[in-house]
């Protein structure tokens, strides 16, 4: 019944700044954790960022200092302001929110592409 909608994605020159959001609605009490998820061609799914309810993050290595991950609870929200975009940020940006192993649920994808 959750559903995640995510929004924000497109094309961006290197060096240039996205901020993608997601919103999740449906029958929700909380969530324990909401992060975003990006796959690029022939690559694996990936972490790029995460943030518990209590405000913990976690980031990939490749964008610590480029990206923040934000949330607001009270929305059931996560937002991820992407600065200093580079060509290997490409990918398909997927919103999670996770509330236990068997409540994991995902958004559609929104793509991001950075030129060079």
């Known amino acids: 019944q959750v559903q995640l909608v995510e929004s924000g994605g497109g094309l961006v020159q290197a060096g240039g700044s996205l901020r993608l959001a997601c919103a999740a609605s449906?029958?929700?009490?909380?969530?324990?954790?909401m992060g975003w998820y990006r796959q690029a061609p022939g690559k694996q799914r990936e972490l790029v960022a995460r943030?518990?309810?209590?405000?913990?993050?976690n980031y990939a290595d490749s964008v610590k200092g480029r990206f923040t991950i934000s949330r607001d609870n009270a929305k059931n929200a996560v937002y991820l302001q992407m600065n200093s975009l580079k060509p290997e940020d490409t990918a398909i940006y997927y919103c999670?929110?996770?509330?236990?192993?068997?409540?994991?649920?995902w958004g559609q994808g929104t793509q991001v592409t950075v030129s060079s």
């Open positions: 449906g029958r929700i009490f909380s969530i324990y954790a």
């Open positions: 943030i518990t309810v209590s405000g913990n993050t």
């Open positions: 999670n929110a996770y509330f236990s192993d068997l409540h994991d649920y």
